[in-house]
């Protein structure tokens, strides 16, 4: 996951701070850090530390798979961590003086234990922490304790999950508060980059480009949110005001998110009509503004501190506002009064989000008064997926078809290389050839490739400090202090800046080492280096050479997914328009599909940037497919508020053929994507026609209403929310047509 500051320029540097030291990262790594030294200061003060050193590698084993989840699911997680680990270092230990057998053994395992992944993130967390006990178990130590070392490492990863669930017992909705105030920051640095979209002379792809993977990031934290709130047990039943206000708080985030996606505008036709003006360099302010506010309130909610001044995005609306209004009273004309609709409902927009951010900043309080307010939970199950432990899985996976499959023989023949290449030309610390390919070679050549670079150059980095570090300062307090500060940011930035993080356990490696052998460190620091270029030279072969699986081959799975969450989407939201509205719950579950095969296909797609240029046919089109699906989800969402805020005042019968014709032309882009034949239809407007003639003639009316000097009346008031609904039924019927006419030339008859 990818920090936020990323996505945008000029970033605030002391609220970047604010972010890290308030947030979850940075707690994990104190935690993981304290759970791996306490126990080693310990033994270190009896001089045991030579002779149990496997107890503090036990537990900093287990703290890798400590990941973020509800409490059963990580105590689970971790005993399973926990007897894996025993088990693997007790097969390896007995078998490592045998090559041959030993060799086997690693293909079999790896194979395994990537094989797992089929189960989710924490099963693949799990497997990884085991090949890496695997891996270090095959360094034969001059005085052979097997079994005592394996109960050592069971100790110290059961030390570790008390330490877990007691801390957790102490503050259990800490790591929430973290969640759910990263993913209220991340939806402010999406509306400041909406924000570029008013900017004179911008280039609308580039502006997708930089939301595409912030859309991503929001998805994957409000899935991790859905998991610590929908699938604890009994949290959506506590009784507490702050378990309470915690689901309320991020129920409301996400329909938050909804109102910043329909924001969605025609901003082309706005340019055109202000385009020379002040008018939208006004709205680019205020939007920033209101992306800052809610910065501001996703640290209180992180941090649980409060804010330190009084918001100015109140203010800042009413002087928009005012000046909307005079702009309006000043510059309208038959020819820019539909881009004055537009502005308004911009605004109107803007004002709900500042309403619901007063909302988040109450809730963030956590007063009785504020809970007592509160209605009862809502029935959440229909919102998470669920991972059964089911070994039919595991064998429907074992085929060709199945990246994870083809994944798990990469990383098994990997393995089996590396070892022999480490008997064939042993170094003093070979196993960091095994050691390298475990964590960097993933299932996507993407994230494989740029674990490769940045793993080499954290390396590197991590070498020439420790160098320094240990050619200047000789005392042991010193070097014990920068040891710890190095686990600290190892482990903190292990799931946001690898390259960080690497350069960090690095170097603490290397000091640890230091400390058993004071004299060898350039030895060391050499056997890091070859070992580390050994294992990226390995895995970044093996992942272009052996059953490579590219991401071009696979995007049309995701692109249905989401071209059918759009149509089932869409079906829900202009129904209202013509007939019954959607239940409220359905009308969540449907967004809730959409924006997750949203997220889907902007990973695939970014991951799909990253890999050799000639495994890509048609790059531009396939850019431009994934902006258009952006778009045409953004503006489903548009038409879903209004569908909740006008329909019932909005109902009319040309409605229904205007959404029977774009559903038609959703199916025909699905069926394209399916391999079966698809006729193209036929003139599209004859079906809006009516609902254009009904726009037209408020127009007129309101036109005469201007030149007589009405401000105000009944007509305008239609005509806006006609205007509006009309508007976003035809630019969903344009960006479909695209659509379909892209996939038409990406896979001809």
């Given at each position: 996951?990818?920090?936020?500051?990323?996505?945008?320029s000029?970033?605030?540097?002391?609220?970047?701070?604010?972010?890290?030291?308030?947030?979850?990262?940075l707690?994990?790594?104190?935690?993981?850090?304290?759970?791996?030294?306490?126990?080693?200061?310990?033994?270190?003060?009896?001089?045991?530390?030579?002779?149990?050193?496997?107890?503090?590698?036990?537990?900093?084993?287990?703290?890798?798979?400590?990941?973020?989840?509800?409490?059963?699911?990580?105590?689970?997680?971790?005993?399973?961590?926990?007897?894996?680990?025993?088990?693997?270092?007790?097969?390896?230990?007995?078998?490592?003086?045998?090559?041959?057998?030993?060799?086997?053994?690693?293909?079999?395992l790896?194979?395994?234990?990537?094989?797992?992944?089929?189960?989710?993130?924490?099963?693949?967390?799990?497997?990884?922490?085991?090949?890496?006990?695997?891996?270090?178990?095959?360094?034969?130590?001059?005085?052979?304790?097997?079994?005592?070392?394996?109960?050592?490492?069971?100790?110290?990863?059961?030390?570790?999950?008390?330490?877990?669930?007691?801390?957790?017992?102490?503050?259990?909705?800490?790591?929430?508060?973290?969640?759910l105030?990263?993913?209220?920051?991340?939806?402010?640095?999406?509306?400041?980059?909406?924000?570029?979209?008013?900017?004179?002379?911008v280039?609308?792809?580039?502006?997708?480009?930089?939301?595409?993977?912030?859309?991503?990031?929001?998805?994957?934290?409000?899935?991790?949110?859905?998991?610590?709130?929908f699938?604890?047990?009994?949290?959506?039943?506590?009784?507490?005001?702050?378990?309470?206000?915690?689901?309320?708080?991020?129920?409301?985030?996400?329909?938050?998110?909804?109102h910043?996606?329909?924001?969605?505008q025609?901003?082309?036709?706005?340019?055109e009509?202000?385009?020379?003006?002040?008018?939208?360099?006004?709205?680019r302010?205020?939007?920033?503004?209101?992306?800052?506010?809610?910065?501001?309130?996703?640290?209180v909610?992180?941090?649980?501190?409060?804010?330190?001044?009084?918001?100015?995005?109140?203010?800042?609306?009413?002087?928009?506002?005012?000046?909307?209004?005079?702009?309006?009273?000043?510059?309208?004309?038959?020819?820019?009064?539909?881009?004055?609709?537009?502005?308004?409902?911009?605004?109107?927009?803007?004002?709900?989000?500042?309403?619901?951010l007063?909302?988040?900043?109450?809730?963030?309080?956590?007063?009785?008064?504020?809970?007592?307010?509160?209605?009862?939970?809502?029935?959440?199950?229909?919102?998470?997926?669920?991972?059964?432990?089911?070994?039919?899985?595991?064998?429907?996976?074992?085929?060709?078809?199945?990246?994870?499959?083809?994944?798990?023989?990469?990383?098994?023949?990997?393995?089996?290389?590396?070892?022999?290449?480490?008997?064939?030309?042993?170094?003093g610390?070979?196993?960091?050839?095994?050691?390298?390919?475990?964590?960097?070679?993933?299932?996507a050549?993407?994230?494989?490739?740029?674990?490769?670079?940045?793993?080499?150059?954290?390396?590197?980095?991590?070498?020439?400090?420790?160098?320094?570090l240990?050619?200047?300062?000789?005392?042991?307090s010193?070097?014990?202090?920068?040891?710890?500060?190095?686990?600290?940011?190892?482990?903190?930035?292990?799931?946001?800046?690898?390259?960080?993080?690497?350069?960090?356990i690095?170097?603490?490696?290397?000091?640890?080492?230091?400390?058993?052998?004071?004299?060898?460190?350039?030895?060391?620091?050499?056997?890091?280096?070859?070992?580390?270029?050994?294992?990226?030279?390995?895995?970044?072969?093996?992942?272009?050479l052996f059953?490579?699986?590219?991401?071009?081959?696979?995007?049309?799975?995701?692109?249905?997914?989401?071209?059918?969450?759009?149509?089932?989407?869409?079906?829900?939201?202009?129904?209202?328009?013509?007939?019954?509205?959607?239940?409220?719950?359905?009308?969540?579950?449907?967004?809730?599909?959409?924006y997750?095969?949203?997220?889907?296909?902007?990973?695939?797609?970014?991951?799909?940037?990253?890999?050799?240029?000639?495994?890509?046919p048609?790059?531009?089109l396939?850019?431009?497919?994934?902006?258009?699906?952006?778009?045409?989800?953004?503006?489903?969402?548009?038409?879903?508020?209004?569908?909740?805020?006008?329909?019932?005042?909005?109902?009319f019968?040309?409605?229904?053929?205007a959404?029977?014709a774009?559903?038609?032309?959703?199916?025909?882009?699905?069926?394209?994507?399916?391999?079966?034949?698809?006729?193209?239809?036929?003139?599209?407007?004859?079906?809006?026609?009516?609902?254009?003639?009904?726009?037209?003639?408020?127009?007129?009316?309101?036109?005469?209403?201007?030149?007589?000097?009405?401000?105000?009346?009944?007509?305008?008031?239609?005509?806006?929310?006609?205007?509006?609904?009309?508007?976003?039924?035809?630019?969903?019927?344009?960006?479909?047509?695209?659509?379909?006419?892209?996939l038409?030339?990406?896979?001809?008859v």
């Open positions: 996951m990818q920090p936020i500051a990323e996505f945008f000029g970033r605030n540097y002391i609220n970047e701070f604010k972010k890290f030291i308030t947030g979850q990262y707690t994990k790594g104190l935690r993981i850090t304290f759970g791996a030294l306490l126990p080693a200061i310990i033994l270190y003060k009896y001089n045991l530390l030579n002779t149990a050193i496997a107890l503090p590698l036990g537990a900093l084993m287990v703290s890798l798979a400590d990941s973020p989840g509800p409490i059963h699911h990580r105590r689970n997680g971790m005993l399973i961590s926990n007897g894996i680990n025993f088990l693997v270092a007790v097969i390896i230990g007995f078998t490592r003086h045998y090559p041959w057998l030993l060799a086997i053994e690693l293909t079999v790896s194979f395994f234990l990537s094989l797992v992944s089929v189960y989710g993130n924490r099963a693949s967390a799990i497997g990884l922490i085991a090949m890496i006990v695997m891996v270090i178990s095959i360094d034969v130590h001059a005085e052979e304790r097997i079994l005592q070392d394996a109960l050592f490492m069971l100790g110290g990863g059961i030390w570790y999950m008390l330490l877990s669930l007691l801390l957790y017992s102490l503050r259990p909705y800490k790591l929430i508060q973290q969640a105030g990263e993913c209220i920051i991340t939806t402010g640095a999406y509306i400041k980059v909406k924000a570029r979209l008013y900017e004179k002379d280039r609308y792809s580039d502006v997708y480009d930089e939301l595409l993977p912030i859309q991503v990031a929001i998805h994957s934290q409000q899935e991790q949110l859905r998991e610590m709130l699938r604890a047990r009994g949290f959506t039943r506590e009784s507490t005001a702050k378990g309470r206000i915690l689901l309320m708080m991020f129920l409301d985030s996400v329909d938050l998110f909804e910043v996606m329909t924001s969605q025609s901003h082309a036709l706005l340019h009509d202000f385009g020379g003006g002040e008018l939208l360099e006004r709205f302010l205020l939007i920033i503004e209101t992306g800052n506010e809610l910065e501001k309130i996703g640290l909610v992180q941090s649980g501190f409060p804010l330190s001044r009084k918001s100015e995005l109140d203010d800042l609306i009413r002087e928009t506002e005012a000046f909307f209004v005079a702009y309006h009273d000043n510059h309208i004309s038959q020819g820019n009064i539909e881009g004055f609709i537009s502005l308004r409902h911009v605004l109107n927009s803007i004002k709900e989000i500042a309403h619901r007063k909302k988040l900043y109450r809730y963030s309080t956590y007063s009785r008064e504020v809970s007592s307010e509160l209605k009862s939970e809502p029935d959440v199950s229909g919102f998470v997926s669920r991972q059964e432990l089911d070994f039919k899985l595991m064998m429907e996976n074992i085929t060709l078809d199945s990246n994870v499959f083809r994944h798990s023989l990469r990383v098994s023949l990997c393995i089996l290389t590396g070892y022999l290449i480490a008997q064939l030309f042993p170094f610390h070979s196993y960091w050839i095994l050691l390298t390919v475990v964590t960097i070679l993933k299932p050549y993407s994230i494989s490739k740029q674990r490769n670079t940045q793993r080499l150059t954290g390396t590197l980095i991590g070498v020439g400090v420790g160098f320094l240990l050619y200047f300062f000789h005392a042991e010193v070097l014990f202090a920068c040891m710890a500060i190095s686990m600290i940011i190892g482990y903190s930035f292990l799931q946001i800046r690898y390259m960080i993080s690497v350069a960090g690095t170097l603490y490696v290397l000091i640890s080492f230091h400390f058993f052998h004071t004299e060898d460190f350039r030895g060391l620091a050499q056997d890091r280096i070859i070992d580390t270029v050994i294992g990226s030279a390995l895995a970044f072969i093996s992942t272009i059953l490579p699986k590219w991401e071009y081959e696979q995007i049309d799975e995701p692109l249905k997914k989401l071209m059918t969450a759009n149509l089932n989407y869409f079906r829900v939201v202009a129904r209202a328009f013509y007939g019954a509205a959607a239940d409220t719950m359905e009308y969540k579950s449907l967004r809730k599909n959409t997750v095969a949203l997220a889907n296909l902007s990973d695939a797609f970014q991951r799909l940037l990253s890999e050799p240029k000639n495994k890509t048609h790059p531009e396939l850019h431009q497919l994934v902006v258009s699906n952006h778009m045409l989800s953004s503006h489903i969402a548009s038409l879903g508020v209004y569908s909740q805020l006008l329909a019932p005042a909005y109902h019968p040309a409605f229904k053929p959404a029977n774009v559903e038609n032309k959703m199916q025909a882009a699905i069926d394209i994507l399916s391999g079966r034949i698809c006729e193209a239809s036929g003139n599209p407007d004859e079906h809006f026609a009516t609902m254009r003639d009904r726009v037209q003639d408020l127009l007129n009316q309101r036109l005469d209403e201007i030149s007589l000097g009405v401000e105000k009346s009944d007509v305008r008031k239609k005509l806006s929310g006609f205007k509006t609904i009309t508007d976003q039924f035809e630019i969903i019927n344009t960006i479909t047509a695209d659509i379909t006419n892209i038409r030339k990406m896979k001809p």
